[in-house]
């Protein structure tokens, strides 16, 4: 690997679990009764909840983003067990809808928090002002974070991951979603994993089963992130974060099986609406396989949640 996209990988993870380990301690700081009240009344029931995820991804344009929030507020206890729960199936519909709709980076978003942070947490006299500052620098650094590993992952033709094993990744529906987990966990974007995958279908011909394939491993990859995420925080953070990854496997093996029929569906579905170009057909590969996801976890909430 050249040595500037090592320095960039390198970086990327530094800055995203320093930024993890602060917004897991801002959280924790600045939870108190009306904060938790807050977030009772935002996420009263379930559908709330559910709406609350969706927003919240499209927020920061990341579902891996939403999804490490997400595991902070379980573990700062201002989310219960099964409001964790649907507020993810929130976070993977709105992921999935992020695709298809114009919002801001969260590029963009980190270096005006980052600011705000430092200069809340180290010239503010009060002691809440500044356990804030200390949350949205821990956010702002992780979102810088992702935006290095972003960038170290653009869609380039010469990257040394694109070609491992001889394209051992292109030769079968399984190794194509083997390979669009890492790529996602490693970009944290779901539009940056649309662009590689679209790059790649330029570069070298990808049967379509074997692109939507890649689509539904970018799913399992935001999945992954949330194991990440969940390392060192409550035992109740770890159970969801299995659940997650239970889940999202569960789901993406019968879709991988009709690989051929979702990709089929999603030419039809993006000749419709946004039109039959290669970053579209991606688009709703993923949408497919991320609303699936975001349903079943959605209606095994309950059971999961009591057992």
């Known amino acids: 690997m050249p040595l500037s996209l090592f320095e960039g990988a390198v970086g990327g993870i530094g800055l995203f679990l320093l930024g993890m380990r602060l917004l897991s301690d801002g959280i924790r700081s600045v939870a108190d009764d009306r904060v938790k009240n807050a977030f009772r009344r935002i996420t009263s029931n379930r ?3 559910l709406l609350f995820g969706t927003l919240m991804a499209l927020a920061v344009s990341s579902g891996s983003a939403a999804v490490i929030f997400t595991i902070g507020l379980l573990n700062g206890g201002i989310l219960s067990l099964y ?3 649907c507020v993810l199936s929130g976070v993977l519909l709105g992921a999935s809808l992020s695709l298809h709709l114009q919002v801001i980076p969260y590029s963009l978003i980190s270096g005006p928090l980052i600011l705000c942070g430092v200069l809340l947490k180290f010239f503010s006299r009060k002691r809440r002002r500044a356990n804030i500052g200390n949350l949205m620098l821990g956010v702002g650094l992780l979102l810088l974070g992702l935006s290095l590993l972003e960038g170290t992952y653009d ?15 292109y030769s079968s529906t399984f190794m194509a979603t083997l390979f669009g987990s890492i790529v996602s ?13 679209s790059s790649l279908e330029i570069i070298r011909p990808i049967d379509a089963s074997i692109s939507f394939a890649m ?6 990859g ?11 925080g ?3 953070a770890r159970r969801i974060a299995m659940l997650l990854m239970l889940v999202t496997l569960v789901t993406s093996l019968p879709l991988l099986i009709f ?7 999603s030419h039809i579905i993006a000749s419709f609406i946004s039109g039959d170009d290669r970053i579209s057909v991606l688009s709703w590969g993923f949408t497919i396989s991320g609303s699936i996801t975001a349903l079943v976890l959605f209606a095994t909430g309950g059971p999961a949640s009591r057992f």
Do not use: R
């Open 155 to 169: 869609p380039i033709d010469n990257h040394p991951l694109y070609d491992v094993k001889n394209g051992i990744f």
């Open 259 to 265: 690989a051929q029929a979702g990709s089929t569906l």
């Open 83 to 85: 409001q964790a729960i």
């Open 222 to 232: 935001m999945a992954v992130m949330g194991g990440l995420a969940s390392v060192g």
């Open 47 to 49: 559908y709330l909840s």
């Open 234 to 236: 409550k035992f109740t």
């Open 185 to 197: 966990f490693l970009v944290q974007s779901e539009q940056s994993t649309i662009s590689i995958i």
């Open 215 to 220: 689509t539904c491993g970018g799913v399992m």
